[in-house]
């Protein structure tokens, strides 16, 4: 049996910062718990939320912190979210404690990010 346990990330406020870091799992420590392994996430969902009356539209990417990095697109790049509405993508996508997703928006917090997974223990 698996030994994952569930989280929700959110809701956050998307920003015009389109490297912002907006999830990482946590890396292996040191210290007390020396040894402790690095931690993975099970991204299965994550919903865009448009509060406001215009089309607003957001992206991400999956890489090193704070870039987006041509190739390294995932979910959403410049699509639009309907005015008052929400835009859904379900999936399962392995994010490592070396990877962060990063993106925002192209209206200053028009847009608003929730999303559920998985995390687990690398090793």
Known sequence: MAANKLFRLGPIALTTTLTTNILNPPAASGGVNGGSSAQYILLRHVRIINK??????FSFWLGASAAN???????GIGTPVPPNSAIDW???MRIDSADFLVGGAGTATALTLTAEGEIGVSG
């Open 52 to 57: 406001t009356a215009t089309a607003a539209t």
């Open 69 to 75: 990095a041509a190739g390294t697109e995932v979910i």
């Open 90 to 92: 379900y999936g399962a």
